[in-house]
Every structure is written in C-alpha cells, then in structure tokens.
C-alpha cells in the first residue's frame, strides 16, 4: 500500500468514535479465518498507536510478515469502509438509495424483475428526501433500463410517466449545474483577486456574474438549485462589498436549510458555510445583536448537531 494510502488508513482509524470501533469488530468478526485475525490486529496496532511505526508494528505482531503487509493493510481500509457504510445506511438516505439500487442489481441477475423494480422505487424515495437529483436520475435510468429490457407487466402508461420524470430531472440537472458551476467560479475569481478595489473591478466582476447567471425563473427551483444560486449571489456581494446582499443572500441559504431540517444532516458541511457566511456578513455590517443570535445557533448546533 503506497504511503499516502497507509496514512489515509491511520486517519480513518483515528478518525473513528467508540460506536464506530465497536461496530468494525462486529462487522469484522462475521469472518473467521486467520487472516481476519491479522488485520483485526493490525486495526488494534493503529488504534492504539498515535504515530504509525511500521518497524514497532512488525515487532509486535510477529505472525505479520512484512511482504504481507500492504495487501492486508488494503483489506483493512476495505473493511473499514464498508462496516462504515453499513453503518451509514440506516442515518444516510444516499447511502440507502444506493444500496437499494444494488439491490435490484442483484435481484435483476436473479431473474426478479418485479422485485427489483420495487427496490429501484425504494431507491427513487430516499433520493428524493434528500433532493439528490443526480441519484434520482441514476435510478430512473436503471429502472427505464429494466422496462426496456423486459416483460415487466407493469402499466401501460410507465412510458410516458418515465419520459415526463426523466425530462424534468434532465432540466433540473442542466440548471443546478450552471448554477454550481457559476458559484465554483466566482468563489475561484474571490480567491485570487479578492475584493473589488476600485471601479474597473466592480466592473468586471458584475459584468461577469450578469453574463453568467442562467436567466430562467425562480419560481420552481429544487433544493440544491436555489443553495447554488444563493451561493452565487453570496460570492458576488461578498466580492463587491454589498454586505447587506451578502447578508440578505447567505441568510437565504441557511433558510433553505432549516425548512426543510433533514437536510441539515444530510449536508451538514454546506449548513455551516452558510451559516459562517452570515456571520461574516452580519460582522462586516455592524450587526452586533443579529450576530451574537446567530453565533448562539453556532455554537448550539456543535452540541447538538442533529
């Protein structure tokens, strides 16, 4: 196993909580022969190790053999991330989703067609919750794949039902796309240039973001597409130092969180750069009161994220 693979297993191992370790074993201890025993050990060696010492490790486990090590450290990471995943199924929704479209998979090779259209609905639901469009479509595609392929006996109007729904999400894809990728480029342009210095600055940059911004209504827009465009809108007051749009935009970002809570968790990461956002905002504009409420959900959210 190359270097920067070994210390992304030393992470992961690190990175684990009790709940999580507790988990492995079990997961672990489905397999009994004497190989799991050794990366069993080998996950004992790292965990109770801070610094990774190789020549240390092979001292102490001696039925480890140095030309061994690398594939049973790569068995370790396998291991590792799928006791993780089961685990994540049953929090994640992706997660879910995913794992009922391999389960049609599987049951399609069986000859089970009904049945792994039904999975493939189960798949479509939890993608659904979470407003993960291009999941969406991947289950879509699979289940207009086992429709064409096979004599499923399903309704006569599953034609123009899978068209209307494939049409739609292909829309809803090409928009939130030219909105994420106008977001990732106003954030690039932030970094390297920084703020709007003077006016043949502003000038550019609006003329860039005006040039750039889908003109289509707002009025209907999933989840991820209305986070992208506020992010735009966030990254081009930010630069041009409209910090009362930039506070007016990030605090619409958050808004999309918090109505719909589930979300919070799903993508918690993109919650709290919204969240941080307002606060720049309402700290650059002199919003002392607004800014100490919004700091006080901050800081509550790390005590109890869920």
């Given amino acids: 196993m ?13 990175s684990l909580s009790k709940s ?5 074993r079990l997961f672990a201890g489905r397999l009994g022969n004497v190989d799991e025993k050794l990366f069993l050990q080998l996950f004992d060696f790292i965990d109770d190790h801070r610094d990774y010492n190789e020549t240390l490790l092979l001292q102490k486990i001696t039925g480890i053999k140095k030309s061994q090590l690398p594939n049973l450290k790569a068995h370790l990471y396998r291991q590792l991330l799928g006791s993780l995943r089961w685990l994540g199924r049953n929090t994640y929704e992706d997660i879910a989703a995913r794992e009922w479209i391999d389960h049609a998979r599987i049951l399609l090779t069986k000859g089970m067609q009904k049945a792994a259209l039904e999975s493939i609905e189960k798949a479509k639901k939890s993608a659904l919750a979470i407003h993960n469009q291009p999941l969406l479509y991947h289950a879509l595609d699979f289940e207009r794949f086992i429709e064409n392929q096979f004599v499923t006996g399903s309704n006569p109007v599953i034609a123009d039902r899978l068209k209307k729904q494939g049409d739609d999400l292909v829309r809803n894809l090409v928009t939130g796309n030219e909105y994420s990728n106008l977001s990732m480029a106003l ?3 932030y970094l390297k240039h920084g703020y709007v210095k003077d006016q043949k600055d502003f000038d550019y940059i609006h003329a860039f973001f005006q040039s750039n911004l889908p003109q289509k209504s707002t009025k209907n827009l999933d989840f991820y597409e209305k986070v ?7 990254w081009y007051h930010h630069m041009i130092q409209d910090f009362a749009g930039y506070y007016k935009f990030s605090q619409k970002w958050v808004d999309c969180f918090e109505s719909d809570p589930k979300m919070i968790l799903t993508d918690t990461t993109m919650y709290l750069k919204g969240l941080h956002n307002t606060l720049n905002a309402l700290y650059m504009a002199g919003k002392r009161d607004k800014f100490k409420s919004y700091f006080q959900k901050y800081k509550s959210f790390g005590d109890h994220p869920r």
């Fill in 187 to 189: 954030y690039t342009l």
């Fill in 228 to 234: 992208y465009l506020f992010q735009c809108q966030v």
């Fill in 2 to 14: 190359p270097k920067q693979q070994t210390e992304y297993l030393v992470d992961l191992i690190h």
């Fill in 20 to 24: 999580e370790k507790r988990n492995f």
